[in-house]
């Protein structure tokens, strides 16, 4: 049976920044399978790689690039391979993310520097590097955000920090980009199930318990449905959604921040 997915992204090419792993490989997977021929990049060879083969072994078209996205030039690279190997791009993704869990007072600047580096820089580096290589118009970019863009978590604040300067980042290109036919918009994902970041905010049983029911539809989320919400961004049925914070959280971001760290 075919579905509502398939051959939507036909003959478009994507490219998925942080998708070794967690839900920006789910959303690749998905984007692959809807038909686009994609990219996906992360720090480690080896996870990429096995990650790009998971993909094609699933009849998707895909190649892996190992990159930091702290690394300004090394991220201009890897758009040109992608490039070469797919052509212009109609579907950006940025969601590489670094996380602990540590009081203001216990992280270092080098830890502080780490996650907005990843996070905030890192959508700098992928969004300014990416641009020239973005179809105009009709491009799609998406970056993965977070509840702590929104809410102030206690032992949280290098991501708080980093994750609601990106989501201002994102509003602010949708406001220049938009008359070149470019739109942006930010993911807000709740507590995913079988994810590391919720290994990492989540580390006991119980504390996994009361994230699933921390939220008005008291359950975790899967990698799916972002992954759904991440190919309605990117197909022409979003046509007219731009500078849009989306939370698919079950509600969570309609509450105040709650706790992490169990
Ligand atoms: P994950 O599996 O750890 O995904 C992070 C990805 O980013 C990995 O592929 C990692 O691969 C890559 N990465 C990390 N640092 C990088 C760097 N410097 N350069 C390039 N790639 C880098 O985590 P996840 O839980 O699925 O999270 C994915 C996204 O969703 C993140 O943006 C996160 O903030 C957001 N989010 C997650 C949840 C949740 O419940 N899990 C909730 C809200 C928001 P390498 O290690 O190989 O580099
Ligand atoms: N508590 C306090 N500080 C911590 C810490 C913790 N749990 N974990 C790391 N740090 C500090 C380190 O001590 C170091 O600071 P220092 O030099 O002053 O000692 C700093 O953070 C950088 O650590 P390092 O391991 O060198 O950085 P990295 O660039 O290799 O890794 C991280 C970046 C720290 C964000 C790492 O957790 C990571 O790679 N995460 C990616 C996966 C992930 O977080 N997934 C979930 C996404 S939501």
Wanted: charged share 15%; proline share 5%.
């Amino acid at each position: 049976m075919t579905t509502f997915r398939d051959n939507l992204l036909a003959g478009k090419t994507a490219f998925v920044a942080g998708a070794s792993s967690g839900i920006n490989l789910q959303i690749a997977t998905r984007l692959a399978q809807a038909g686009a021929a994609v990219t996906i990049l992360s720090r480690s060879p080896d996870k990429i790689e096995a990650a790009a083969a998971g993909i094609r072994a699933k009849g998707g078209k895909c190649i892996g690039i190992a990159q930091d996205v702290r690394d300004h030039d090394g991220v201009g690279s890897a758009f040109a391979k992608s490039v070469e190997a797919h052509g212009e791009i109609d579907i950006l993704v940025s969601g590489a993310a670094g996380n602990f869990v540590a009081p203001f007072n216990g992280i270092s600047y080098n830890g502080f520097r780490a996650v907005i580096d990843i996070d905030l820089v890192g959508l700098y580096n992928v969004m300014r590097q990416g641009f020239p290589h973005l179809r105009k118009p009709g491009a799609s970019c998406i970056s993965i955000s977070a509840p702590q863009a929104v809410h102030p978590y206690p032992l949280q604040a290098h991501v708080n920090a980093a994750k609601a300067g990106a989501d201002m980042l994102i509003k602010t290109l949708a406001v220049e980009w938009g008359p070149m036919g470019v739109r942006l918009n930010s993911i807000i994902p709740g507590p995913i199930a079988d994810t590391e970041g919720m290994a990492r905010l989540a580390p006991t049983p119980e504390a996994m318990e009361k994230s699933a029911k921390g939220n008005p539809l008291q359950r975790l989320g899967t990698k799916d449905e972002v992954a759904d919400l991440a190919l309605f961004l990117s197909s022409d049925a979003a046509a007219y959604i731009t500078g849009a914070v989306i939370p698919c959280d079950g509600g969570l971001c309609l509450q105040g921040a709650g706790r992490v760290g169990g």
